[in-house]
Every structure is written in C-alpha cells, then in structure tokens.
C-alpha cells in the first residue's frame, strides 16, 4: 500500500470563443455583397462593373480589420453581430451605388453618394476599432450618468439654433457648418441610454412601487411619475423646436421601454403610449409640419388628384411612390439595378432606401432585410440576459430597444403604417452620423457581451487547504 499526497486546483470551465465561425460568417457577409454588387452592373449595362475588386477588397480589408481586434480585445463576444452589421453594411453600400446610376438622380447632382458612404463606412469601422481597445469594461461609463444627461440635451437642442434649409422638409435635425453637417440625434441614442441606465439602476425600486391596482394593472405612485413626465415633456420640446418626430419617438420610447425593464410593470408602458399619442395630437393641431407628415400619411394617393381637390397640406408624392415601389416588386421583386425608386428623388440619403429594397428585392428580400434587423436586436437582447450586472443589462436593453424603434419607425413610415419620419435606416441608408453611431453601437454591444459571456477565473488555490489524500490499495 502506498499514500500519495496531492494538492488539486478548482479549473475554470472554458468557454468557447466562437470566433472561427465569425470569420467564416464574415466571409460570406462580403461575398454577398459584391455578388450584389456584380448583379446590379450586369442588370445595368450587361457588363461587370469595373470597381468589383476595389469594392471585394475593401469590404474585406474593413471586416478583416474589425474581426481582429475582436479577437484581441473581446475573444468571448457575440459571434453574430460584426457578420449581421457587416452584411447590412454591404447591401447599404450596393443600392446607393445602384441608386448613383439613374440619369435622374445624376441631374440632380446625387451621384457620388455611394463614394461618400464609403468614407463613412470606413469611419464607422475605425470607431468601431477605437471603442473596442479604449472600452476595457462598460461598467466605466456609469460614472457618466449625469454628465451624459447633459451632453445629451446639449445635443439635442443644438439643431434648434441652426435653420433648416428647404431639402430638410422643415426638420431642424442638423448641425451645419459650410459643407461639413452632422445628425446630433444619432449619436443622442447611445449617449442617453448611458443615463437611462445608470438612473434606472439606482431607482429602479423606487419606480416599482405600485400605490393601488386599478383594471389589472398596478398603477405607479405620484411622486414617481417625475421621471416620465420629464422625459415626455423633452420629447414634445424636441417635437415642438425642432419638427424632429423620428428622434422625439425615438427618445421616449427607449425610455419606456428601459423603464419596462427596470421594474417589470405594464403600467409604465400603458402610460408611456397613453402619453406618447396625448403629445403628438396636441403638437399636430399646431405644428404645420407634423400636419403635413399625418395628411400625406391618411392621403397617399390624393397627390395625383386635381389640386382643388387635394387635401390641405399635401406637398409631396414621396408616400405615394414608395407604395407603387412595393407593389411593383411583388413577392420576388424586380431584380437589383431593374427598379424605378429613383423617382422618389432622394432615396439613397433617407429612409426611402427600403423601397428600393422592396421593389428590386420583392416581398422576399424585404423579409430577409428585417430579419437581419432582428437578429441584431435579438442578439442584443440575448447579451442583456446573459450579462452579470444590472447597468449592462439596462444598457444592452436601451441600445437594443432604440436600435429596433429606429427600425420599426423608418420601414412603418414608408410602408404607410406611421406617418413619416425621414430618420435613416441603420447601415442601409447614406448618412456619416447614423453609420458611425451604429458601429459604435454595435462594438458597445460586443463589449457588453464579451464581459458576460467571459468565463470567471479559476479561484486561486488556498494555503490553508489540506492536501486530498489518495490512497492507492
């Protein structure tokens, strides 16, 4: 018989890091694109467009660049959400490109828009790049919940200040200076879901409280509707100012929603949407330019009526033209480059782009677009339930929910379902803010679940331990 004396170590179960199948999905994330891309120029002028190899080789330098700093500084993140943001971003990249090709829109001097979004996108991926190395632990921004509520409403109410020029449609959304512009809104999504955060994490209890139940529902106590009624009036400010709907929805919205998750109540959402629809119909009986957004929106058609017989304020046949686009695709669409979306004069820099993607793509690759969208905003939800402290779930939820009120607001406009917002559509639609704030999103949310799904260090081994004893017979 002999005695052996062993000291053992608890091990940490490794997890894996998931990043081989992110390459491979990022693979085919570009070659999609660039066999997009290819079937535009042959639907076009039958030939293969001379810039293919410059397009593969970019998107595949970019999405190369991207997927290794993944590796270096969150090894554990979501494996899904570079490849969808990836994917999204090249399609964007083939139908501005298609839209640059109508004679019409280059008499109209839109015809180096696909360059620009090039640019933009190249942007897009260097912010995504610098959040990644900078952003250790997004815990280290709940130390900003107030000063991010203060660069928020700076943000906003800038546009305010600066006048709206005929092509903005009455919307004061933009900061100008000479050529250069920027949308403050876009970036306002990721900056107040800080503050969001952070507020509702340490109030969360206090909102929760319920006084008396009334209908089935647990209504909240006077003294803590301070917080929605606050966020509501700065959402019609916004409305009011600066004839701002898509960003006033926006915002409210991803409050009520993080509101929701914080405390679990319905009865924040019945107040969120009661308040919501009380705002809007007291600013649209004032507001000329809400007015015209809800006409166009009960009266598509009545553009094509004669002019005495057109309801007042009816100025455009944007709404119009978006319907003829979806119903000429049909189930199958037309095909890339075969479509007349030009027609609605701006597309490509709007949320319009979505009716080339429902004309030239049909019903089926309209579906196959919002499945991307709701698979990042399913993938975000997935982090928020995965991570360990309550300011990242709160913040995952809020960059999720705003993320996926952007996109109901855009496509529900075009389709008629809402009237119209003129936000764009994330990745899709040519725009320098909304395609840098949305890869900065999107790196905030890897970040996020990179530091839940990470597995916890194996505990160091005690001094005090005594050694297991194995005792071999």
Do not use: C
Request: glycine fraction near 10%.
């Amino acid at each position: 018989m002999s005695v052996v004396s062993n000291t053992t170590t608890i091990g940490s179960i490794g997890a894996p890091s998931r990043r081989n199948t992110e390459l491979l999905m990022l693979a085919f994330a570009v070659v999609i694109p660039v066999f997009a891309y290819i079937n535009v120029g042959l639907a076009i002028d039958g030939t293969v467009p001379a810039g293919v190899l410059g397009m593969g080789l970019g998107m595949a330098l970019l999405a190369a660049v991207a997927h290794i700093v993944v590796r270096r500084f969150a090894p554990y993140a979501d494996p899904l959400l570079l490849p969808l943001a990836t994917l999204l971003n090249g399609l964007g990249l083939v139908l501005i490109w298609r839209l640059d090709q109508s004679e019409l829109l280059r008499q109209l001097g839109q015809g180096t828009a696909a360059s620009n979004q090039l640019m933009w996108s190249t942007l897009g991926v260097t912010g995504f790049v610098i959040v990644l190395v900078f952003l250790k632990d997004h815990r280290i921004l709940q130390r900003y919940t107030y000063i991010s509520m203060v660069v928020a409403l700076v943000l906003l109410a800038a546009p305010a200040f600066f006048p709206a020029r005929e092509e903005d449609f009455g919307a004061k959304i933009w900061i100008r200076f000479g050529s250069f512009s920027i949308q403050p809104g876009e970036f306002v999504k990721i900056i107040i879901a800080v503050f969001f955060a952070g507020y509702l994490m340490v109030k969360r209890d206090a909102l929760a409280l319920a006084s008396r139940r009334f209908m089935g529902l647990y209504l909240p106590r006077g003294r803590d509707l301070g917080p929605i009624l606050t966020v509501w009036a700065l959402s019609i400010l916004i409305l009011v100012f600066e004839t701002d709907l898509g960003t006033s929805l926006l915002f409210f919205g991803m409050f009520v929603v993080m509101l929701y998750v914080a405390t679990e109540r319905t009865s924040w959402i019945v107040f969120g949407l009661l308040m919501s629809a009380a705002g809007a119909a007291a600013v649209a009986t004032f507001e000329s330019h809400v007015q015209q957004r809800i006409v166009a929106w009960l009266n598509p058609m009545a553009i094509f009526l004669p002019k005495e017989q057109q309801p007042d304020g009816l100025i455009s046949d944007q709404a119009a033209q978006a319907l003829f686009a979806f119903g000429s695709g049909g189930v199958l669409g037309t095909g890339l480059g075969q479509g007349h979306s030009d027609l609605i004069k701006f597309a490509a820099k709007s949320d319009f782009i979505l009716a080339t993607v429902g004309e030239e793509l049909g019903l089926a690759g309209m579906m196959a677009v919002l499945m991307l969208y709701a698979l990042i905003v399913q993938r975000g939800i997935r982090t928020a339930l995965a991570a360990r402290d309550p300011f990242g779930k709160l913040f995952a939820v809020g960059l999720s929910g705003a993320f996926a009120l952007q996109v109901f607001i855009v496509a529900g406009g075009v389709m008629n379902l809402i009237p119209l917002t003129g936000m764009t559509m994330p990745f899709l639609a040519q725009g320098g803010s909304s395609v840098i704030t949305n890869w900065a999103l999107i790196a905030i949310l890897i970040r996020i679940s990179d530091t839940a799904r990470r597995p916890a260090p194996a505990p160091a081994p005690s001094p005090d331990a005594e050694p297991t004893q194995v005792v071999r017979l």
